[in-house]
């Protein structure tokens, strides 16, 4: 596979992008109190509307409560658990 240079210099710009702006998040001031927000490039954007379902995020969190043993499994994650990895998590 031969990869011309305009292509691999137009892969190397949008990772230096990437990088630029996970730098920029990660240590501006401006956003030093900012949590739980979602970002397109620089700017503060709503994400896809299934990530503000409740019941959803709930199922989330009692699954990864399962998974990291925080808690007994509660009958329905730890169904979940069971049917994505084909057995129960160890104890």
Not at 62 to 90: F, M, N, Q
Request: glycine letters at 4%.
């Amino acid at each position: 596979m031969t990869v011309d240079k305009t292509e691999s210099a137009d892969r190397k710009m949008r990772a230096e992008d990437h990088r630029r702006v996970m730098v920029f998040l990660a240590s501006s001031p401006a956003l030093a109190r900012t949590t739980g927000q979602y970002f397109v490039s620089t700017k503060p954007a709503p994400s896809a509307p299934i990530t503000y379902d409740r019941d959803i995020a709930a199922g989330h969190w009692a699954i990864c409560e399962v998974l990291t043993e925080l808690r007994e499994a509660h009958p329905v994650a730890a169904a979940l658990v069971r049917s994505s990895s084909g057995k129960p998590p160890d104890r």
